[in-house]
């Protein structure tokens, strides 16, 4: 199992940021979160995802250049969700941030299987 680990702080992008990501509408909360100042030093972005009552996470390791998705129901919760919230992830750090992770591996940890279904 790969462990996640850093040195400095990690980003924790916030709810509001993440409805952005998700609704593709705008991105004032976004803008907040991810700024060049922050992401400068960054090793780990976090992402909370909610949906349909059940939290997930996102996690990208800009040591290891790999997006870790954690989902203790994984394959229940449309994955689709979870994709396109990454897509526009590294859309939305492309374009206002020029930071590509498009090449970035994605991988979905192994985590416990929630049993309160």
Known sequence: MEILSCYS?????????????IERNKTSFLDQDLTLE???????????????EHWSLVVVSTTSNKIY??????GIHKPEMKDQLVDTLV?????????????????VLAVARQNNL
């Not at 859309?91 to 991988?107: A, Q």
């Open 9 to 21: 702080l990690p980003i924790n992008v916030s709810f509001l940021s993440q409805r952005e990501l």
């Open 38 to 52: 922050k992401l400068l030093d960054v090793k780990l972005i976090f992402i909370p995802v909610v949906h349909q």
């Open 69 to 74: 998705m954690l989902d203790s129901y994984q």
């Open 91 to 107: 859309e939305y750090l492309r374009i206002k941030l020029e930071m590509n992770i498009s090449d970035y591996e994605k991988k």
